[in-house]
């Protein structure tokens, strides 16, 4: 399992057989000797059956520092890794990250105790400096901060962020952009809104206008004729009245051009209002955060950035 992870995975761990634990059992010893400089912490065993398996423990602070990012994070790791006693090499990718603090452990063993014997890579390795030497390239290449960027916006996460968290504030970005856009968009539609809205009125007017001056040549025109035919007019005047007449068939042609023009502009104003949804739908989409890309990415620490706190033997309950 890689250092990164949290916590191995029950369904993850190689169960050990009972053969396996029997063997384990017959090669405790009562003693060996370890250097002075391995320090050694024991696990309290409340059963005073004292029989211990080892493990290579470590204290790590491992800071991440990017100045252009503003970037100046540390994390603290307790980090566990079982040993064997025929193993050749030591595999910090197998280790486990732990809560529990082992310098709570005492330092003395227990009376009567036995060990699990441990390899030679440990006991030929004074103050375990290649240890901590391999755990410093296992962390290098392994530990990192993971954080999220919207590229389009240039934003990033913050540290500890989580991608939720992240989608929001790009979300809250975006509608600020959005909000700018719609008011421009507003400042230009309102003068092609104010333009057709001065061409209504005048064609309504214009409208109006005529349904009145054909109103009153119809009236005009029917007195007339109704007067010719009763015999109360002169042959003249009928000719008038029928002057008249043709001339409310003209107007009526006029008014039909004047209520067409008036139709015309309603439709522009409507097409208006439909070009205008139409665009604020595109800048809905436009400044949607699920349209917008966003992308994980690393930062590494330095090397010089690691420090190893405390690397021990620690004797854990078989």
Known sequence: MHLMQKQK???????ESVDTMLQKKQNLESYQHIDESIPQYFEIDTSEVNEFVATLD???????????????????????LPLEEKQQTLNWDDAEKIEEDFEKFPHTPPSQAK???????????????KAIRELKETL?????????????????????????VFKVRVQDMLDDKKEQAIEKLQVRYD????TLLERLRRAQERVEKEEVDSTSSMIETGIAVLGALFGRTSPTKIGRAFKKGSNVLKERGDMSRAQERLSAIQEDIEALEYELEDTIDALNEKYSVENCEIEQFTIKPRKTDIDVELCALVWRIL
Do not use: G, M, W
């Open 9 to 15: 995975k029950k369904q993850n761990i190689d169960i």
């Open 58 to 80: 470590a204290k790590v602070t491992v800071h991440f520092f990017n100045s252009r990012k503003d970037i100046d994070e540390s994390r603290d790791l307790i980090v566990s």
């Open 115 to 129: 060990f699990q014997p441990l390899p030679k890579i440990i006991l030929e390795d004074r103050r375990l400096k």
């Open 140 to 164: 290098y290449r392994e530990e990192k901060l993971e954080l999220f960027r919207c590229i389009s916006l240039k934003l990033e996460s913050k540290v500890n962020e989580s991608e939720a």
């Open 191 to 194: 003068k092609k809104e104010k």
